[in-house]
């Protein structure tokens, strides 16, 4: 009894094999048993009509589609600004809260000059009391020159007076010594008015910096935006580096996302996007920045987006879905259903080639939408089996029945 079972368990296990791993030839042993063929389709395929498979095929023509860029990104602020102080007092205007809009040169805070305007006026007179030397200087040095005039000419006098015998020898002495000594007043005239005008250079930065001490009173917006955080209360003491305000600029507002590296080279600067935020609003512009540089961490690059963002429905931070279009491809539009499997786990579409015989195309998903998926790999026209692939393999012969896409 038990060897009996054994065998039973034997040939169980041999038909199991050939049912699952050998149906194709299976099914090939079993139709060459058949009667001759009957049909015109009988003599193509060598199948009588009655062992067709019955399958539904849609006939699909490709069509031209973008084939964006999907990816998931998130809103950034244009510009955000922290404005901070570049000296030392205490705030002596009122606050603006967080969420003011500000125009560029609003005044954020104001702060106590106290003896700032006292050193502005004694540098501006110390500068007027250095420009009021520059005549004096000038005129001793015009007086110099003349003296070096006459000294010159007293000197030639002197020397043509001695080489006839006219002249004694000390007065030629005296008529050189004197020459000297006028050379010596034009070089300290000539001192003199480059330190007046020294005097002047200082003075005029030590204005400058007094007056740049003032300006530093006042802190003003740099761009037209929003306050992000409360500008610094009254009273409150600054020094250099102090936080007056932080300013965010988001009209326009930008859509940051990292694209991989297989898909860079299918983006360019000037590009059309589409996002959608998890608000549900519906955005577009343009791509105005892409990395040249990936991300060491993520192999990704950086691309940016900007939006206008009049009415300032858009906030910083916000999670997108970003679309960004690229360069047009054929695709055929099939049901989600109608993608399988083959034996070695590629995904692809089963169809009818000539002669009613099944076969197997890989396909690269491109899109899928709430319509069907869109495919690429395949011909431009094809008949693609949407209702019992599952039921055939390559090589089967079936007895298709067509239907549009629209239906």
Same mark, same amino acid.
């Given at each position: 009894?038990?060897?009996?079972?054994?065998?039973?368990?034997?040939?169980?296990?041999?038909?199991?094999?050939?049912?699952?791993?050998?149906?194709?030839?299976?099914?090939?042993?079993?139709?060459?048993?058949?009667?001759?063929?009957?049909?015109?389709?009988?003599?193509?395929?060598?199948?009588?009509?009655?062992?067709?498979?019955?399958?539904?095929?849609?006939?699909?023509?490709?069509?031209?589609?973008?084939?964006?860029?999907?990816?998931?990104?998130?809103?950034?602020?244009?510009?955000?600004?922290?404005?901070?102080?570049?000296?030392?007092?205490?705030?002596?205007?009122?606050?603006?809260?967080?969420?003011?809009?500000?125009?560029?040169?609003?005044?954020?805070?104001?702060?106590?000059?106290?003896?700032?305007?006292?050193?502005?006026?004694? &540098?501006? $007179?110390?500068?007027?009391? /250095? %420009?009021?030397? @520059?005549?004096? #200087? =000038? !005129?001793?040095?015009?007086?110099?020159? *003349?003296?070096?005039?006459?000294?010159?000419?007293?000197?030639?006098?002197?020397?043509?007076?001695?080489?006839?015998?006219?002249?004694?020898?000390?007065?030629?002495?005296? &008529?050189? $010594?004197?020459?000297?000594? /006028? %050379?010596?007043? @034009?070089?300290? #005239? =000539? !001192?003199?008015?480059?330190?007046?005008? *020294?005097?002047?250079?200082?003075?005029?930065?030590?204005?400058?910096?007094?007056?740049?001490?003032?300006?530093?009173?006042?802190?003003?917006?740099?761009?037209?935006?929003?306050?992000?955080?409360?500008?610094?209360?009254?009273?409150?003491?600054?020094?250099?580096?102090?936080?007056?305000?932080?300013?965010?600029?988001?009209?326009?507002?930008?859509?940051?996302?990292?694209?991989?590296?297989?898909?860079?080279?299918?983006?360019?600067?000037?590009?059309?996007?589409?996002?959608?935020?998890?608000?549900?609003?519906?955005?577009?512009?343009?791509?105005?920045?892409?990395?040249?540089?990936?991300?060491?961490?993520?192999?990704?690059?950086?691309?940016?987006?900007?939006?206008?963002?009049?009415?300032?429905?858009?906030?910083?931070?916000?999670?997108?879905?970003?679309?960004?279009?690229?360069?047009?491809?054929?695709?055929?539009?099939?049901?989600?259903?109608?993608?399988?499997?083959?034996?070695?786990?590629?995904?692809?579409?089963?169809?009818?080639?000539?002669?009613?015989?099944?076969?197997?195309?890989?396909?690269?998903?491109?899109?899928?939408?709430?319509?069907?998926?869109?495919?690429?790999?395949?011909?431009?026209?094809?008949?693609?089996?949407?209702?019992?692939?599952?039921?055939?393999?390559?090589?089967?012969?079936?007895?298709?029945?067509?239907?549009?896409?629209?239906?």
């Amino acid at each position: 009894m038990r060897l009996i079972s054994l065998v039973n368990a034997v040939l169980v296990i041999v038909a199991l094999y050939f049912l699952v791993f050998e149906r194709d030839s299976l099914f090939a042993f079993a139709g060459r048993e058949d009667n001759a063929p009957e049909s015109e389709a009988a003599e193509t395929t060598g199948v009588a009509p009655e062992q067709a498979v019955g399958v539904v095929a849609l006939r699909s023509t490709a069509r031209e589609i973008d084939s964006a860029v999907v990816l998931r990104g998130q809103t950034k602020a244009d510009r955000q600004v922290e404005v901070l102080a570049e000296t030392t007092s205490t705030v002596v205007s009122a606050p603006k809260r967080k969420g003011a809009f500000v125009e560029a040169g609003d005044l954020l805070c104001e702060l106590d000059p106290g003896s700032r305007p006292a050193q502005l006026a004694q &540098a501006k $007179a110390a500068k007027l009391e /250095a %420009e009021s030397r @520059v005549p004096e #200087a =000038e !005129a001793r040095l015009e007086e110099a020159h *003349a003296r070096v005039d006459e000294a010159e000419i007293n000197l030639r006098a002197a020397r043509k007076l001695s080489e006839t015998g006219f002249g004694s020898e000390t007065r030629r002495i005296a &008529a050189e $010594a004197e020459m000297r000594s /006028a %050379e010596a007043g @034009v070089k300290a #005239a =000539e !001192a003199q008015v480059k330190s007046t005008s *020294a005097g002047i250079e200082a003075a005029a930065a030590t204005v400058s910096t007094a007056e740049l001490e003032m300006d530093r009173i006042t802190i003003e917006a740099p761009f037209q935006g929003l306050l992000e955080s409360d500008s610094a209360e009254l009273g409150s003491l600054m020094q250099p580096g102090s936080l007056c305000a932080t300013v965010i600029q988001l009209d326009p507002i930008k859509l940051v996302g990292f694209v991989p590296e297989t898909e860079v080279n299918r983006i360019v600067v000037g590009a059309p996007a589409q996002a959608q935020l998890v608000t549900g609003l519906q955005v577009e512009g343009r791509v105005t920045f892409l990395s040249r540089s990936a991300d060491e961490t993520t192999r990704t690059f950086e691309v940016e987006i900007t939006v206008p963002n009049p009415e300032l429905l858009i906030r910083d931070g916000q999670t997108a879905s970003i679309r960004i279009a690229a360069e047009g491809a054929k695709a055929h539009l099939l049901p989600q259903s109608a993608l399988t499997l083959n034996n070695e786990g590629q995904l692809g579409v089963r169809t009818v080639g000539a002669g009613n015989i099944v076969d197997f195309v890989p396909i690269q998903l491109l899109r899928d939408t709430a319509e069907g998926v869109w495919v690429g790999g395949l011909a431009e026209t094809v008949d693609v089996i949407v209702v019992g692939q599952e039921f055939v393999t390559a090589g089967v012969v079936v007895a298709p029945t067509y239907k549009d896409a629209s239906q």
